[in-house]
Every structure is written in C-alpha cells, then in structure tokens.
C-alpha cells in the first residue's frame, strides 16, 4: 500500500488547495479583527479578604481573641497556602491566599466553605464582635478611572453629581461595576458641651433617648374594614436637619429644644477614613472594571461618547479628568507590538530572499501570512485575546515557523537544480524531510509545555505563550507540507540542465567549510573537550555574573509613591504631607496628574497592581509622567525630596510590576509567639540588611508603638457612684470620638446622627481628666475622680503570617541591581542566624526570590513530562537508544551562548528568560534530530560513514544555518521590551552558539560516538 504523501496529494488537488488558502486567509483576518484585546493576560488572584471589627480593643485582645480563633479555624483548609494578616486596635484584616497549585475552576467553591466555616464559628467571637465580613473580589481591576474636582462644591453635592454619572456608565453593555472611590460618608453632628449640660442638669442619655425614640420606624396600627385595610402613619421622624433641631427634650419638669443645648450642623465622617484628591484637589473617583469577555476598545469608546456628552450636562465648575485609561494603554501596547511583528515579519522576509534568492524568497514569503492567519483563527477559536503575552509569543514564533518552509523550499530547490521536474521535487520534500520536520515541530512545541501545565499564578500568567507558540508550530509544519510545496511548484522554475550533486556544493564555501568539519572530526576528542570546558565555564559564570529576577518592571509611565507616617498618626497628619509633597511636585513639566489616596492606596487600575489596605498613617499617589524616558527623572527628583524635606515620612517610590505582584523585592519574615523576641531578632536582620551594599529603604512592617491613654478606673469608687465600666466607656466614645445614636433617612441613603463634644473639648488631650461623666442618679463628676490617667505604649499593628506574630524585614534594591541577587547573598547569613534561635523562632524568606522559586518549582514539576515527551517523539524517528542521547545531550549547549549574551548585553534571568532558554533546548534538538537523521539516512543507502558525516552536515548547512538565522533575527524587535528582552536576547545568543556546535560539535561527537575513522584513501 503506497504512503500518503501530503505535498502529492496538494498538487493533484490544486483547486482545493487555493480555496484552502483563499478561505483560510480571510478566516485569519475575520478572527484578527474579532479578538478580544487587552494590556496583561487574564489570571486568577486565589486571594480574599476578611476584615472582623470589634470597637474598643486593644490590639492584643483583638489578637488572642478574634484573630488567633479565626486562623485556627483556616487551618482545617487545606488548600490555603497562606494567612497574612494585621491586627489594629478594634480591627483584624486577613489576606487568606490559597495555594498556587489550586484550579482557578475551584476558587469560588472554596471561598463557599470558607464562609461557611467563618460563619459557623462567628457565634464564639467574644459580644460585641462585628463580622466576619469577606471580599473575593480582590483582583476586580478598573480599567478606567475618572477623578471629579468641584471648585465651591460640597462633597455631597459633589457625590450626587457623580452618582448621577455612575448610573448612565452602568448603563454600557462592558460595563461588570462602577464604583465610587474615596466617597465621604455624610454625618449629622450633634454636639455638645460636658459643662453647659452639667449646669443644666441634663442626662445626657436623655439626648440619646430622645433622638432614638423621635426617629423609629414602629407600626402604628391598621384598621380592617369591610371594604379596605388602612394603615395609621403618624409624623415625627426626622425628614430635615430643622426636625432634628427641633427635637424636644424633657428634663427636670422643663422642655427643650435639642438646638437649645447643642450645635447640630451637616457634614461628613470626621476624622476621615480615606479621601483622594487629584492635582492637588479634592477629588471624587469613579472606578470602572469591564465584564469577563468584554471588548475594551468598544468600551472605550463608548465611554469617550458618554463622558463627552454628561460634560456639557454636568455644573458648571465640576470637572471630569481620565486617571487611567486602559483602552488607549491597549491600542498603544497592541500598536507597538504590531508594529514590532511586522518588524520581525521584514526580516525574516529578508533573510529568506538574501540566502535562497527571488522566488524561493517569495514562496517563504506568502508562507507567512498563511501561518499567521491560521493562528488568528486558532486562537479566535480557543479564545485566547491578542494581549502582552500572546503578541509576544507570536513574534517567538515567527522565528521558528518558517523553519518548515525554509527546509522544504530549500530541498526543493536543490533538487530542482539537480535537474528533477517540479512535481517530483516538490514531492521528495515531504519523503525526505517531512517526519524529521514533524519530530523537530513536536520537540520545540514541547519544550513550551511546562509553561501550559505549570500549576503557578506566574504559569497562569504566560500560559499563552505554550499556547500561541504550539499553535503556530503545528500549523506552520502543516503549511510546509501541504501549501508550500503547491507554491513552490507554481513558483519555482525548473533547470534545463542536470548537475551533478558534488557540483552544487563545489563552491568554495561548502569546500571550507568540509575542510573545518574534516579538522574536527580528525580532532573530536579537542572539539568535544573544549565544548565540555566552555559548559562548564559557561555555567560557573552564569552563577556569578548574570543578575537573577522575577519578572521585570513595566514600561508603563507611572510612578507609585508611597508615604508612611509613623504609627498612630492622624488622617490630618497623613494628608498634610501629602499635600506638601503635591505642593513640591506641582509645575514639574514631566509630569501629567498626580492623584493621591491618603489613608488607602489606589484601587487595582492595573492587573498586576499591589494594591495596598487601608490605614490612617498610609498615602499612596499615582504620578503620571510623559513617557517611560523622563519617568527615571520623576522618580530620581521625589526620591531626593524624600531624603531632604520629609524627615517624618517613609517615602518609597516605585515603578509599576509585570506578573503576579509581589511587593518589596528583597523580605525576609521573622515569625515566633512572643513579640518582644520577634521585634529583637527582626532588628538583628534589620542591622544585617543595612549593611548589605546595594540595598535601600530598609524597614519593616511592624513600625513604633503608639501611644495609648490608660484609665486605671478606681472600681470601689466606680461602683459606689453607679457608674459601670461599659457605661463608662460608651460615655467616653460619645465624648471624644462620638457616638450614633439615630440615622437620618434622606431618599435611600440612611445617614448617622452622631452625638460629640464641641470641637474644643475634643481636641483637649490634655483635659481628659476634666471631662465630666455621669453617674448612676445623673450627677457629674470629672473623671479624675474615679480614676487615674497615664500615658502607656502599646501595639499600634501586629501582622501575622501563617497562624504566629511575624515582622518583615524588607528593602528595595538600588537602580541596577536586582532583589533576587541581594536575597541570594544574604540568606546563608540569616540561615546561620537562625540557627541560633530560641526554639519555636523561624526566619523565612519572601519577596521576588520566594515568588520566583514557587515558579520555578512549578515548572520544574512537570519538566519530567516534558522530558517523556521529548524523548518518545526522538526514539520514533530515530528508533536507537545511543541515537537519542546524542541529540539530548546538544540540548543544554545553549547555555554557552546564553550565559554569554547575557553578560554583554547585562540582561538579567527571569522567569521569562528561563521559560525561553527551556524553549531554547527545543529549537537546538530540533536541528540535532534533523542532522542526525540524515546522517543515519545516507549510510542506511550505502553511503560510508566518514561520508555520510560530511556530506550530512554539508547539506544541511544552509537549512540549518537559514531557520536558526530567521529565529535569531526575529528576535531583533523584541530586545527592545522591557518585559521580552531578556528573552529575547538569551535564545539569540544561545541559538547562535548552539547552532554553530551543531554543525561542528555534533558531527565530531558522532565520529566519536560510533568509532567512525577516516578512510585510508582519504588520508
């Protein structure tokens, strides 16, 4: 039974084959322009949040009992990896991570029991405790975002006019939420004075009663009739601020009015929780996130069209200002890798035309498009979106798919000067080089494997880089075979004359070239041993001299600032500094916005984004400058006011992070049941940081104590005037911070009335002990009376890490030298450090190491199937054990190249690098396979041995020599990301290395190998 031959089949069915092509290149264009579109590929953040409130304790109650029961009960998961959480006084805050290898399919199930679990046990939190309340939404990124600035606006005012905005937003088909950022709850203050009620005689509970009972919502009756059912409303509740003026109250057989005895004004939440402001403005934001699926470009300019409209609708004085984005950062970023791509396209285009002239150039040519839509098509199909990973991978992989091209016109070619017809050249392709250009396909499609099945957030990530490159590869072999031929045979002309075979590689250089093949197969045991040493040297110098990474920073032009406060420090305080900062940066002509979040940091406008928590002594700006070039400039100049004019502010100034987000690149965790152990080990490594050269804004995430106001009550005294401890601190927290009594129900917003002292009163720290409080039978007495005040430190924050009180020690890297090395260096240090710890004492590391060794622990998992499936596909072609082993062990030859252009270009070794050099392997045992595979074909026709070497590699030369020149080549335009770079210039540098040991190395170690000798007659 004949073989089937797919080049034949092609040409004896030429009309299919055009409709074929025809069909399948307006598929790709249809699919191009339907792909979704985006800056970063989707991942899922196996994060939630868990905040539980319990007002009025102190850090440590809130420690030992609410946080620690809390994470106890976590334990039963199994699937979480981590709990990292902070305890303030009344507050715990959990960031409950699940672990990497988790199915994002399986995330939302497991979120169920964990609420679940929380929520079965919440009945045994101490009375009082508020909670839990979760957030799984952690990773909602908002695309867009839009701040409003109102000159003469109240806030509220300012609130409805942008609420009135947020309804037509929701409105858009792409629109999943649109949400208000740093909205300020409005408050009704009443306030009053300790002394006018003392003079008066007043119970103060009976303001509290009187304003509780005046605005309840209680049925008032229904009469039933025989004909209807009518309901009795009576008035009174509050439906105005005069109304609340005017609430009676009663004391001592007199009436008052409440406005009598106290100032009840509007406004907002004082102090403040978190506010925004923008260019130096108070500013309300609305952040906006698209649906799952969504068309970015759409929303984007259904935005534009809404914005442009509301404008002329909104008040005069009201403006609206774009913070971010993310459609147009998309049409840039898809701009530029486009135009990268067609880069790529050009070269490789150039290559093919300069080394197998006009028309073998042309058949390659149209080959291209032809992949290219395929792969659209595919990908429309599998639905993965044209984003930074998969325009990336389409530009690797433009290298490598006209590999097939290039060997199939080649051998056709070749045999068409040797006088063969059209037909049968075209045919001989597919029986000569098709099932080694399958297996080669394969191998290099394989080596990608591990980044598709590596269970990471980093191989979530760039799962599309295995996904775009595989498809590309198998399709462009499926072109090779079945495209090209048919338009080779349409193109290329044939020779009216046969030569000889020797004669086409009678030119002087193939007879160099077989004269330095010859020396290396009379010296192999040189060539092999001098390969073998520069490995060595290769991998030795590999560990000392090429910096190590996670993932690159982004080449997006924003700058996050970020201010800490020492612990303890007012909203007041944390705003004021941001405001003189804002003063410092304002006329910077490189410089577009700055937006400021004081008391939280920005909401996630940026998937890979570390998104900052909530807390008083926190401000985080968004500095947008010009461009990524003058950006360095920015952020040199706010480093500098950092270190002059801000000697009470922890400022850190960073670029934003490509993949998972990981914070400070250089932490180390001290962890250990008692604090004051944890905090002394935790400076040990504070002191070891410092004096680490490269190393800056050492700190760590614990801060000072602050200060604390203890009232030691006198209990007999207490007792004896009625006055209990609970009612003595409601009395207290209605004095100085204020207390709600009622809500104000103003159309479907409910708005506390909260009691308070006047403004006075509540900003006398030192008066404390004159604040009256009242007993049992409604007299006053100064609290100094029952009690003695001092002043006592405590914990402001305690964070946690996996169930014990841990402290980061953290730092940033200086411009040029990278968190991993610094982590590197100093961990034996801090290992032999806590050698010497009490018992129950850990110090772990963190930062961009431990998130690059979780990849790489993930990838290395599944790099054994990878190796299975490398070797099944070599033991198929070339069916031999020894055979095998020789192309596998070309494999890691690449390094000696890519250790090399590493160094010289100063690129350093990512995550993404190391994918590529895995990658890298492929590409080498690809050519390996097809050499050796000739080789073992020419002796299986009676070819002798030392011949079949030469004349092998001889004629394999230029294919060989012509893919691995378009792979390097197309790589050209991507050493200019910041993100692809390193990757870029790795699989160059080791691909023009390897390819050369190829041809040279390969040869003399199969002379070795097999004992091959040179005939006598040759000698």
Same mark, same amino acid.
């Given at each position: ?24 290149? &307006? ?68 960031? @409950? ?30 009375? /009082? ?82 304003? &509780? ?25 509050? +439906? ?18 409440? !406005? ?52 002329? +609708? ?77 325009? =990336? ?49 394969? @191998? ?25 490159? /595989? ?5 462009? $072999? ?32 193939? @007879? ?89 940091? !920005? ?77 002394? @080990? ?84 030192? /008066? ?7 007993? /049992? ?21 305690? $964070? ?18 990278? =968190? ?6 100093? $961990? ?29 622990? &993930? ?149 070795? $190998? ?7 007659? +040759?000698?």
């Amino acid at each position: 039974m004949k073989k089937l031959n797919l080049s034949e089949w092609s040409l004896k069915h030429q009309a299919l084959v055009v409709y074929l092509m025809v069909m399948l290149m &307006a598929g790709g264009v249809f699919a191009y322009l339907k792909l979704g579109q985006k800056e970063d590929p989707d991942f899922t953040f196996k994060a939630m949040l868990v905040r539980v409130n319990w007002p009025g304790a102190t850090t440590l109650e809130m420690e030992r009992q609410v946080t620690d029961p809390v994470e106890k009960k976590l334990q039963e998961m199994s699937e979480i990896d981590s709990v990292r959480s902070y305890t303030k006084p009344g507050e715990t805050v959990m960031v @409950i991570a699940l672990r990497e290898n988790v199915p994002p399919k399986k995330v939302e199930g497991l979120w169920y029991q964990l609420r679940k679990k929380l929520g079965d046990m919440s009945h045994t939190l101490p009375a /009082g405790v508020q909670g839990p309340f979760f957030n799984d939404e952690f990773g909602e990124t908002y695309g867009n975002m839009f701040a409003f600035t109102g000159d003469g606006f109240s806030s509220e005012e300012l609130r409805r006019e942008v609420d009135r905005v947020r309804e037509e937003v929701l409105r858009l088909p792409d629109v999943a939420r649109a949400d208000l950022v740093g909205e300020q709850e409005p408050r009704v203050y009443v306030d009053v004075s300790t002394a006018r009620l003392a003079g008066l005689g007043l119970d103060s509970r009976l303001i509290w009663n009187s304003l &509780a009972s005046q605005n309840a919502v209680t049925p008032a009756g229904t009469f039933e009739t025989g004909t209807d059912r009518i309901r009795v409303r009576p008035s009174g509740a509050f +439906n105005s601020l005069d109304a609340i003026r005017a609430t009676p109250i009663a004391a001592n057989g007199n009436t008052f009015r409440l !406005s009598d005895i106290a100032r009840i004004d509007r406004g907002v939440v004082d102090p403040a929780e978190s506010t925004m402001r923008y260019n130096g403005k108070p500013a309300l934001g609305l952040a906006i996130s698209m649906v799952n699926g969504g068309d970015v470009m759409r929303l984007g300019r259904d935005l534009d069209a809404l914005m442009a409209t509301l404008k002329k +609708n909104l008040p005069v004085g009201i403006e609206v200002h774009a913070i971010s984005d993310q459609p147009k950062v998309v049409e840039h970023s898809i701009s530029e890798f486009m135009h990268s791509l067609a880069e790529a396209v050009v070269i490789v285009l150039a290559v093919s035309f300069f080394s197998l002239g006009w028309r073998p150039g042309v058949v390659v040519a149209l080959s291209i498009p032809l992949v290219l839509a395929m792969t659209f098509l595919a990908m429309y199909l599998f639905g993965i979106d044209l984003q930074r990973i998969s325009l =990336g991978s389409l530009i690797i992989a433009l290298g490598l798919l006209v590999d097939d091209a290039i060997i199939a016109v080649e051998m056709m070619q070749l045999k068409l000067e040797q006088g063969w017809t059209r037909f049968k050249a075209a045919t001989f392709a597919y029986t000569s080089t098709a099932f080694p250009m399958l297996t080669g396909t394969l @191998i290099t499609a394989a080596t990608f494997l591990p980044v598709g099945i590596a269970k990471s957030d980093a191989g979530e990530y760039v799962f599309s880089l295995f996904a775009v490159v /595989g498809i590309a590869l198998i399709l462009s $072999w499926v072109v090779a075979v079945v495209f090209t031929p048919y338009l080779g045979y349409r193109l290329l002309p044939e020779h009216q004359v046969a030569h000889a075979d020797h004669d086409v590689y009678a030119k002087p250089f193939y @007879i160099r070239f077989r004269s330095v093949l010859e020396w290396c197969l009379d010296h192999r045991k040189t060539v092999i041993a001098l390969t073998l040493i520069a490995f060595i040297v290769s991998l030795g110098a590999f560990r000392l001299f090429v910096q190590q990474q996670f993932f690159p920073s982004s080449n997006r032009p924003e700058l996050m600032v970020d201010l800490w406060l020492p612990q303890g420090a007012s909203h007041d305080a944390t705003e004021r500094e941001t405001r003189r900062l804002e003063a410092k940066l304002a006329g910077n002509k490189h410089i577009v916005s700055i937006t400021s979040y004081v008391g939280n940091g !920005s909401p996630r406008y940026y998937l890979p984004l570390d998104q900052q928590q909530q807390h008083m002594n926190y401000a985080q700006l968004m500095v947008m400058t010009r461009d990524e070039h003058v950006r360095e400039d920015v952020k040199k100049t706010i480093e500098t006011l950092f270190e002059t004019d801000f000697p009470m502010v922890r400022g850190r100034v960073t670029r934003l992070e490509n993949g998972p987000p990981v914070g400070y690149p250089v932490q180390f965790r001290v962890s250990g049941p008692d604090h004051a152990t944890v905090r002394g @080990i935790a400076t040990r490594v504070e002191n070891m940081m410092r004096a680490t050269p490269g190393l800056k804004h050492v700190d760590n995430n614990w801060g000072e104590e602050v200060k604390a106001l203890h009232v030691d009550i006198d209990q007999d005294k207490a007792r004896a005037l009625g006055i209990g401890n609970q009612d003595l601190s409601r009395q207290l927290q209605m004095l100085i911070s204020g207390a709600p009594v009622t809500q104000y129900r103003e159309g479907d917003r409910n708005i506390q009335v909260v009691v308070r002292l006047d403004h006075g009163e509540r900003q006398d720290v030192a /008066g404390l002990g004159n604040l009256m409080i009242q007993t /049992g039978t409604g007299r006053y007495v100064p609290l100094s009376q029952i009690g003695k005040i001092r002043y006592a430190p405590e914990e402001g924050i305690v $964070w946690r890490h996996n169930h014990l009180p841990t402290i980061t020690v953290r730092g940033d890297p200086v411009d040029g030298v990278q =968190g991993s090395d610094i982590s590197i260096r100093l $961990w034996p240090k801090i290992q032999e450090l806590e050698k010497t710890l009490p018992v129950g004492y850990h110090i772990e590391l963190g930062g961009s190491l431990e998130s690059s060794e979780k990849s790489q622990t &993930a990838i290395a998992a599944v790099q054994p199937l990878m190796l299975v499936i490398v070797l099944t596909l070599l033991m198929l072609q070339l069916q031999s054990f020894q055979r095998t082993l020789m192309v596998v062990l070309t494999a890691p030859l690449g390094m000696i190249g890519v250790t090399l252009s590493l160094i010289l270009f100063s690129a350093p070794f990512g995550f993404v690098a190391m994918l590529g050099v895995i990658a890298l392997a492929g590409m080498i045992m690809r050519n390996s396979v097809i050499l050796v595979d000739q080789i073992e074909h020419d002796i299986r026709d009676g070819i002798a041995p030392w011949e079949a070497i030469l004349g092998s590699t001889v004629r394999r030369f230029r294919p060989i020599m012509l893919t691995a020149l378009a792979a390097i080549l197309a790589m050209i335009p991507l050493t200019r990301s910041t993100f692809w770079g390193p990757m870029a210039v790795a699989i160059m540098g080791g691909l023009l290395v390897a390819t050369v040991l190829t041809l040279l190395f390969l040869p003399a170690l199969y002379a070795q $190998w097999f004992k091959v000798s040179r005939p006598r007659n +040759n000698i």
